[in-house]
């Protein structure tokens, strides 16, 4: 059973939602979702980004004026 | 308003300009053809954070004071750019225009959000680090514009000089962040 979690990263700063990403996400196990709550638009391109280039499946959603819902997927 | 976003939202240009994020490259183009112009026009490269003490300097002698004195404010340059007044002075204009540009900016991508603070944690951080920030930005002759970005485009080595410096003070500072703020 995958299971999800939701990270609180609103009004923070970047690069605090990427660390704390990378944090959550080494506990996590493959297949679990990561929702990270972002209100930063520099963390809305890095987040994504490094999520990518780890090889997850990454959807980046809008969910109100300047704020984003970053859902990963754990792969490996 | 809303009617006016929901309508150019699907549209392939407003997406390209003004929704997504520009790629580094872009930006880093526009950058440096901008400050050439700011040279060009000023006489003076680009710099942020040396506005600040100047528009400290003008409150102060707002409310009565005088830095004809300070050592900072005391060479003739400084004083002739203190007596034009803040309507004369290039850099206010352009870090006026900075913040006006980025608040357009964040409105046209409708990301604009007036955020929450997150802890007395965070206020006490941002508080401290804005501190430090400005004054080694004075005792330094300039930031990451002024003595970094201005000076590497001047070809001047005291402008690498600060990069590597800086990239030690980022290491630290992150190193910190992840200790205090994870």
Known sequence: MSKEVVLDCLGEACPIPLVKSEKALEKMEVGDILIVQIDHSCAMKNVPEWARKQGHEVELEEIDDGEWECIIEKMK | MKAFFEKIKKNEFYKMWFKDALPYITGAVLLSVFQIATFASTGNPCGVSGVFANWGAWLFELFGGSVDKWYYFSSPGAQATLN???????????????????????????????????????????????????????????????????????????????AAFMFVGAVIGSKLLVKYFM
């Open chain 2, 84 to 162: 034009a007044g803040v309507l004369n002075h290039p850099g206010t204009w352009r870090n006026l225009g900075i913040i006006a540009g980025a608040l357009f900016a964040a409105m046209m991508a409708s990301g604009f959000k007036i955020k929450k603070i997150k802890s007395w944690k965070q206020v006490a951080a941002a508080s401290l680090g804005g501190l430090l920030m400005g004054y080694g930005a004075r005792i330094a002759a300039g930031c990451n514009i002024g003595a970094l970005f201005s000076g590497i485009a001047s070809l001047s080595l005291s402008g690498w000089v600060f």
